[in-house]
């Protein structure tokens, strides 16, 4: 039978079964059964250490290690009550230990890794106390704003010390706790030589630490550093290491199958770096997207940060800088929320070009740990307000203490940036943003570009007012005002008042003023409630509730100042918020410098015809100098409204692509599985088919069965089961076609000049556009009649021509639905004919591709413009009058062949393509 030491036995077996058979359910259901064991005895003297044997070395390996954190503290409690304070101490050593590599917030656990140092201290528990001091110390030079960050001689823990004192002891568990620190330290901070190396020695030391957590975190960092230094091996080197690291992922793979929540992420980043290393790009991209995925959704924002950077440093290696660009700013922004400014300042400094206008945003905001801000802030503010009340009132107002500025959480105000940023694909709402970046990147007049910018500010911010100052010099002025009403007609006003600030009457002038000297962010949760705000004569007449002031930033320059307020809700501009409005805001403020540079450009244009004008009736003797001069200026503007056409054309296909790639991809995974088990479920249900005939055929019956049998009608459903599965069969082979069309259709790896079948490039268009091919209710279905000539793989940029026949083919569908709407319609069905030839002549070979449709054609007026950019047809809001321009720009400039078009009246449009074959 069992007694109360039983249950500290149970807890021993839990780690045998870990170190002796690296069994970690088994270890688990010891752990268990001590505690449940434990329960059935009064043994108050054996709970501390029971509970701590079981937290420490058991729960992690069925559960979320956040779960022990409470157990832990428990421990600390029980012990210092029964008078255990080793096991008091270990307690809050293993919590502080559990806490860094849960990816706890660094300021925080700073403060509690603190308290429990004092804690162990005063327990006068010295093993204890010296690994604590090693995870304090790797903290501290997380959140340093000094260089050092690889030393361990600090200001709480001098390894040059403190390793004769390990030695000399024998603390074994000190020692690996040094090596895993410096092995976690030297790979963050990208010394991989350095970090295989403490790797190495680790190993010698991995056996005093079985069955906790930090093994885990030790293999994990081991495979990550020898994979980081395979390239440099020699081959016999390689395959030896290559032979490790996949015999430690077999293990974790295993152990992750128990504990997903705390190491599945954790297997799939090294399976993503093994397949890096090994050339295997497709593999390695979605191995790094679930690492992201799982670390993120079981919040280990430590190992979020690194997954990202890993993932940019593999698409910048693969020549995808904008694909890398992504990555690298949300392992930025993971690095901030885990407040590890070390590792901000070292990614900011290795990736500056990469991480651009957002790193650039933040150092000029001033990116600082959760502190409160300063005294002379607050009075900046108060002082402002104080002097312009004063000259009519001559009121004494007082300056507040420094305790009435706190940070964000407390629902007061706050100078400066967040610490704390959200992910891209959860807490931002990346819908809009791209939405954003498309109107913005449009725009190129100032007025429109206000107007968009604020309308779409103020849909996702939820802002009731908004205002934007522009800079002129070293002086502030008012360019535009939002606010937003109830009318039905007009949801947002906008008015465009041009109000140098200190006439401007519709806007807190004070905190303006402010954030133009700070070039810092400010948030009030309700302005009603701030002392300091109280003087201000427009919170006094508008009491608005929810603040935000945010200065527009390009390149170290202010651009301006963003003023967003409601006031109906206080609380408004919440974290995940601001990030929205600061992607927003960078941007903006690319566009206003574009859209300036225009208007710059057009005031030198207009200078320049008045002038031209003027000095033709003045002076005829400089007339051919003036008009090269504007033939000049005029190819200069073509020149930008062509870069601009380009660009604007470049993000979008880019950004189209890449959605369209991560959908496919997405999908796939998921159809695959349908997929390929209706193939199974299919043989399930004929072998269960088979069954119950071969039970009717053998007479097996009762009146139970009989009953039931009428009840379901098995007539009815074997006869129309293999229907079912077999229209889901079909269901399932359709969507993997049209996936595999998208993928085909993106070809985002595919930027070069390489050989490529066009057929399959129209065939995956048509595929994409069947939705608008088929029957409405005012038109028949359109057909498409294909005349391809046979003919090898054409040398060609195949992305790019997909784009062409996507524009050209879906021009011929508005086609055909115009002429239909118009009434006019006389022919029997609408066509779409396509043809593929190739022509040899004259010693050269050229690809022939015409698609013509038998809508009503072209007028000649028309058709002389319809490869300019930005002209269309279309009313506003359906059409750039891009997309045959850069159509062209594809086929002419890029291919160096023509684009032709020809139309009769009545007759239809046909669109000839000839590409030189250079294969």
């Not at 006003?493 to 004070?510: A, G, H, M, Y």
């Not at 055909?816 to 040899?840: H, N, Q, Y």
């Amino acid at each position: 039978g069992n007694c109360a030491i039983s249950a500290l036995s149970y807890g021993t077996y839990a780690i045998i079964a870990w170190n002796t058979y690296r069994d970690i359910h088994l270890c688990y259901q010891f752990g268990q059964i001590a505690l449940k064991t434990l329960e059935n005895f009064h043994a108050p003297k054996l709970k501390p250490m029971v509970t701590y044997v079981s937290t420490t070395f058991s729960i992690h390996h069925q559960f979320h290690l956040k779960n022990t954190l409470d157990d832990l503290l428990s421990v600390y409690d029980l012990g210092i009550k029964i008078g255990d304070l080793e096991q008091a101490a270990y307690s809050k050593q293993i919590h502080s230990e559990h806490s860094f590599w849960l990816g706890r917030e660094l300021i925080t656990l700073k403060e509690e890794i603190t308290n429990h140092h004092q804690n162990i201290a005063q327990l006068k528990q010295d093993v204890a106390l010296q690994i604590h001091s090693i995870n304090w110390q790797s903290v501290l030079n997380l959140i340093q704003k000094g260089e050092r960050k690889l030393d361990f001689s600090g200001e709480v823990y001098d390894e040059q010390k403190m390793f004769p004192v390990h030695q000399k002891f024998n603390n074994r568990q000190a020692i690996f706790s040094l090596y895993l620190q410096k092995l976690f330290n030297y790979y963050l901070f990208n010394d991989f030589t350095k970090a295989f190396e403490f790797a190495t020695f680790a190993k010698d030391y991995i056996a005093s630490v079985p069955a906790r957590f930090i093994v885990n975190v030790f293999y994990f960092y081991y495979s990550l550093a020898m994979l980081a230094i395979y390239p440099q091996l020699s081959p016999e080197e390689k395959e030896k290491t290559l032979a490790e690291v996949i015999e430690i992922q077999q293990q974790c793979k295993e152990w992750a199958e128990h504990t997903s929540m705390n190491l599945l992420h954790k297997y799939c980043l090294v399976e993503a770096e093994k397949y890096r290393v090994l050339g295997n790009n497709i593999e390695a991209m979605e191995y790094y997207d679930r690492a992201i995925s799982l670390a993120k959704e079981n919040e280990y924002v430590n190992e979020e940060a690194l997954a990202n950077e890993l993932a940019a440093k593999f698409y910048l290696e693969w020549g995808k800088e904008k694909i890398a660009q992504m990555y690298m700013a949300e392992a930025y922004y993971c690095y901030i929320r885990w407040g590890a400014k070390a590792k901000v300042r070292d990614l900011v400094k290795r990736y500056s070009e990469l991480l651009g206008n957002i790193a650039q945003q933040e150092e000029d905001n001033d990116i600082t740990e959760y502190e409160n801000v300063d005294h002379n802030s607050n009075q900046d503010i108060n002082q402002e307000s104080h002097q312009e009340i004063n000259q009519e009132s001559h009121q004494n107002i007082n300056v507040p203490s420094h305790n009435s500025l706190t940070n964000f959480s407390n629902n007061q105000t706050t100078f400066g940036s967040f610490a704390s940023h959200s992910s891209f694909g959860n807490s931002l709402d990346m819908a809009a943003v791209i939405k954003a970046s498309q109107v913005l990147s449009e725009k190129i007049e100032m007025e429109q570009l206000l107007s968009s910018l604020m309308r779409v500010t103020m849909e996702n911010a939820g802002a009731s007012k908004c205002v934007i100052l522009l800079s002129k010099d070293e002086n502030l002025n008012l360019i535009v005002t939002a606010i937003s009403t109830s009318s039905e007609s007009e949801f947002i006003k906008i008015t465009f008042p041009s109000v140098r600030l200190n006439d401007c009457e519709d806007i807190p002038i004070s905190v303006i003023n402010n954030v133009k000297r700070q070039g810092k962010i400010f948030v009030a949760d309700d302005a009603r409630e701030i002392v300091n705000l109280s003087a201000d004569r427009y919170i006094l007449r508008e009491q608005p509730q929810s603040i935000l002031c945010m200065p527009i930033i390009h390149q170290g320059k202010m651009l301006g100042i963003f003023y967003l307020e409601n006031n109906f809700i206080t609380a408004l501009f919440t974290q995940q918020r601001l990030e929205v409005l600061k992607l927003l805001i960078t941007q903006a403020a690319i566009a206003l410098e574009n859209a300036k540079l225009y208007q710059n450009l057009a005031e030198v244009n207009k200078s320049l015809e008045e002038s031209n004008h003027s000095l033709e009736e003045k002076v005829e003797v400089r007339t051919q100098e003036l008009n090269k001069k504007n033939q000049i200026l005029n190819q200069a503007i073509e020149d930008l409204k062509n870069t601009q056409t380009q660009l604007i054309q470049s993000e979008k296909m880019s950004g189209l692509g890449q959605m369209v790639a991560g959908i496919a991809h997405e999908i796939n995974n998921p159809i695959n599985f349908i997929h390929g088990n209706i193939s199974h479920t299919s043989g399930y249900v004929q072998d269960l088919i088979d069954l119950i005939s071969l039970y009717q055929k053998e007479g097996y019956s009762t009146p139970e069965i009989q009953e039931k049998l009428e009840e379901v009608d098995l007539d009815f459903l074997l006869t129309d089961l293999p229907k079912i599965l077999e229209s889901m069969n079909m269901g399932s082979s359709r969507i993997r076609d049209i996936v595999l069309s998208l993928r085909n259709f993106s070809r985002l790896d595919e930027s070069g000049m390489k050989p490529v079948d066009i057929h399959e490039g129209i065939d995956n268009t048509l595929m994409i556009l069947q939705h608008r091919l088929k029957a409405k209710s005012d038109r028949p279905e359109i057909a498409v009649i294909k005349e391809y000539q046979s003919f090898s793989e054409i040398n060609c940029y195949a992305g790019q021509l997909n784009q062409v026949f996507m524009n050209i083919l879906s021009n011929a569908i508005d086609a055909l639905d115009d002429a239909f709407a118009s009434g006019k319609w006389s022919k029997d069905k609408p066509i779409i004919r396509i043809s593929t030839e190739l022509v040899d002549s004259n010693s050269t070979s050229n690809l022939v591709i015409k698609i013509a449709d038998n809508a009503s054609g072209i007028p000649e007026e028309i058709r002389r413009k319809i490869f300019d950019p930005f002209f269309t047809t279309k009313p506003v809001g359906s059409g750039t009058g891009l997309g045959l321009s850069i159509s062209y720009q594809i086929v002419v400039d890029k291919h160096k062949g023509k684009l032709t078009c020809n139309s009769y009246s009545q007759e239809g449009t046909e669109f000839v393509i000839v590409i030189p074959n250079n294969t």
